[in-house]
C-alpha cells in the first residue's frame, strides 16, 4: 500500500449530522469503486489514537477529486479536527485497501444493502456504474432512522431515475423497522442469480448475513464491509 499527500477541499452536509469531505486527488493513484482508504491527519490532536481512521471512497475512479462521507454526530477527536482543518490543509492517504468491488459478470444482478453511513461503497460503484452506462442490474436497499439521517438521498433517486438499470428501496427504521427477509425477497423480485454485498455498523451487517443465510442465499454469494466504531 502506498501513502500519497492530500489536500482537503472542503466538506458539505449530506444528511444530518452527517459531512461528506473531499481532497485533491493524487497522481498515480488509482482504486475500485468499494474500496476504502487511510486518512491519516498531519497534525492530529493529543487524544490517544487520533492519527488515523478508514473510510471507503464515495468518489468513483472517473472523477477529479477524492470523498469520503461520516456520521460526525459523537465525534471523536480525530473527527473534530478533520472537521476544522481549513481548505488547502495537508493530510495523507493510504491505500486503496479492500476487496469488496462489484463482480465482473454482469449478467448476476448486484443486491446492495446499506446500513446508515454504510452507503459509502455503493456510491461510488453507482456512480461509476452510471457513468460508464454499465448494462447490470442493481438494486440498492438503504436502511436508516429517518429520511433526514439518510445520505446522498437526492442524489440516489436521481440516479435511480435517470439509470433503468438501478432500482432502490430507501426504509426508515422509525416507522418502518429493520430491513427482513420478506422485504429483501419481495425488492429482488426476480433479478438474475444476485449476488449480495452489505456495508454500515457490524451488528446491522450480521444480522443481514444471519437473515440472508435463513432465505438460503450462499455465504459465496454474499460479501460484506463491517465499519467498526459504529
Ligand atoms: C473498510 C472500512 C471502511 C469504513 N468506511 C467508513 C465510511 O465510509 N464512513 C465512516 O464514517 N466510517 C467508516 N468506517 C469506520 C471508521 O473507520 C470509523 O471507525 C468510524 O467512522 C468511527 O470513527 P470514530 O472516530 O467516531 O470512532 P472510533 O474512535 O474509531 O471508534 C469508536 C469505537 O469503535 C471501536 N473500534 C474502532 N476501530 C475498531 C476496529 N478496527 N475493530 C474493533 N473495534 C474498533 C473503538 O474501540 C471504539 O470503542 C470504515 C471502517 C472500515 C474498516
Known amino acids: 500500500m502506498s501513502t500519497y499527500e492530500i489536500l482537503l477541499k472542503g466538506h458539505r452536509e449530506v444528511a444530518a449530522g452527517t459531512l461528506a469531505f473531499s481532497f485533491t486527488k493524487p497522481p498515480g493513484f ?3 469503486p468499494g474500496q476504502a482508504i487511510t486518512l491519516l491527519l498531519a497534525d492530529p490532536p493529543l487524544e ?37 482543518l481549513q481548505p488547502g490543509a495537508k493530510l495523507q492517504l493510504r491505500g486503496p485497501r479492500g476487496t469488496m468491488t462489484l463482480h465482473e459478470e454482469r449478467s448476476r444482478s448486484a443486491v446492495f444493502i446499506a446500513g446508515g453511513i454504510g452507503i459509502t461503497p455503493f456510491m461510488s460503484m453507482l456512480r461509476q456504474a452510471a457513468h460508464d452506462r454499465l448494462a447490470q442490474r442493481l438494486l440498492l436497499i438503504c436502511s436508516n432512522r429517518r429520511r433526514e439521517d439518510t445520505p446522498f438521498l437526492a442524489e440516489l433517486r436521481d440516479l435511480a431515475r435517470q439509470d433503468g438499470n438501478f432500482r432502490m428501496l430507501s426504509r426508515m427504521t422509525d416507522t418502518d423497522g429493520f430491513i427482513d427477509a420478506e422485504t429483501i425477497r419481495s425488492f429482488v423480485g426476480d433479478a438474475a442469480a444476485p449476488i449480495y454485498y452489505l456495508a454500515g455498523p457490524p451488528a446491522m451487517v450480521d444480522a443481514m448475513k444471519a437473515v440472508l443465510r435463513g432465505a438460503g442465499v450462499g455465504d459465496g454469494d454474499v460479501q460484506s464491509e463491517q465499519f467498526y466504531g459504529y
Open 48 to 84: 490517544a489514537n487520533s492519527r488515523q481512521r478508514i473510510f471507503s471512497l464515495v468518489s468513483a475512479p472517473f472523477e477529479a477529486e477524492l470523498a469520503i462521507a461520516t456520521r460526525m454526530r459523537e465525534g471523536s477527536a480525530f473527527k473534530r479536527a478533520l472537521k476544522n
Open 30 to 32: 488509482a482504486f475500485k
